[in-house]
């Protein structure tokens, strides 16, 4: 069963940087698609951004220029680098593993809240 941990969450300025982990429980970045979603309160989850088993990552429009996703293969872990926070920003991030057609798994989520 794949495990997902989120970490990083926070409070930060608006302008401000964080820098989301999600650990995996094993080696399945050569499989999965890693994504990031995020839902705001009273709003439903979103596509936030992925990176594919080759490398290759996916933007919402929202988060073009401001947001990096990486992975570190020997760590086993996922990055999500957030600059120019914005309040908009504020929501539960979730860790996504998806394997298709149909394998998807999720975090437990982690709060970022953007505010001064």
């Known amino acids: 069963q794949v495990q997902l941990v989120e970490s990083g969450g926070g409070l930060v300025q608006p302008g401000g940087s964080l820098r989301l982990s999600c650990a995996t429980s094993g080696s399945i970045f050569s499989i999965y698609t890693m994504g990031w979603y995020r839902q705001a309160p009273d709003k439903r989850r979103e596509f936030v951004a992925d990176?594919?088993?080759?490398?290759?990552?996916n933007y919402a429009d929202s988060v073009k220029g401001r947001f990096t996703i990486s992975k570190d293969n020997a760590k086993n872990t996922v990055y999500l680098q957030m600059n120019n926070l914005k309040p908009e920003d504020a929501a539960v991030y979730y860790c996504n593993a998806r394997r298709a057609p149909f394998v998807n798994h999720w975090g437990q989520g982690t709060q970022v809240t953007v505010s001064s």
């Open positions: 990176i594919t088993s080759g490398a290759l990552t």
